[in-house]
Structures are given as C-alpha cells and as structure tokens.
C-alpha cells in the first residue's frame, strides 16, 4: 500500500479528536467544588442538558458561561441539576475511527491499482 505523509498525519491527527462526555459518580455540587473543572455538561432533573465553561457554586445555585468566549454567564438552580458530566478522550471511538479511515484508504489503494493495470470498470 502506497503511504503519503498526509495520510500518516491525518490519522495521527484523529487520535487527539474523539472524545465523549462521562457522567460522574460524585453529586455535582461536590464534584464541581473539588475537581474544579473547566467545562461541564449538566444533565438537569427534566433530562436536557446545557454546557458551562468555568462553572462555580454560587450559594444555591451554579453559574458558568454558555460558551467558550461568552461574557454573560449562566445561573441554574442546583435542585435543576441532576448530573454532570465531563469530556474525556475515548480509546474505543478513537480506535473506530483510526480503522475506519484505514480501511477507506486501503479500498481506495486497491482501486487504484486495479485502474492503473487497465483491470478498470
């Protein structure tokens, strides 16, 4: 199999991208006061969920912005939350993807090679 320098920095590339959101195990207000995160996603008690970047516990309740460069922050209610999860890197889908993308090219090499010996469609 023919190999660029592209591919191998393609699929390099594709090992830091997949990534999934992992609920954890500790009550969301404990969690968010100890490990202090930088971005969270809430699972509220009606099951929607809503993203905050550098969430704090105010009294009762946790503010945080809606996105990465917002300004006004986001207040919800800690009785709303149910959950919270974090983003954290996923050898399986990582894995998934590298094969995918191996696979796909692997087809088209052989495609190629059989276009190229006249064996053509």
Known sequence: MRCSRSVVILLLATLTGCQGW?????PPAEYIRTAKPDRVQLIRTDNTKAE????????DSL???????AIRPLTIPMEEVDKVAIRK??????ALL????GAGLFLYDQL?????NGQGF
């Not at 992992?22 to 500790?26: G, L, P, S």
């Not at 503010?63 to 460069?69: I, M, S």
């Open 112 to 116: 190629m090679a059989l276009n190229s």
């Open 22 to 26: 992992r609920v954890q195990t500790m």
């Open 98 to 101: 590298v094969l995918s993308v």
């Open 89 to 94: 890197f996923s050898l399986g889908k990582t």
């Open 52 to 59: 905050l970047w550098s969430p704090q516990l105010v009294g």
């Open 63 to 69: 503010r945080g912005l809606p996105t990465e460069k």
